[in-house]
């Protein structure tokens, strides 16, 4: 069994996500936001583009 980190993790320790999160207070992106944030559908789409989803 594998023990490390797996690759979608490995990935998203490289991004910038104190400027992402700059960002989002900028513009108040998580303002009307109830359960789904900001941060959540962009680790998603990104998710769906390295696996190569037609759609969610």
Sequence with gaps: MYIGKLIFSQ????LPLHIFRRCVSRYNGNRYVK???CLDQ???MF???LT???SL
């Design 35 to 37: 359960s789904f944030r």
């Design 42 to 44: 962009y680790l998603i």
């Design 52 to 54: 190569f989803r037609e």
């Design 47 to 49: 998710f769906a583009q």
């Design 11 to 14: 990935l998203t320790d490289h």
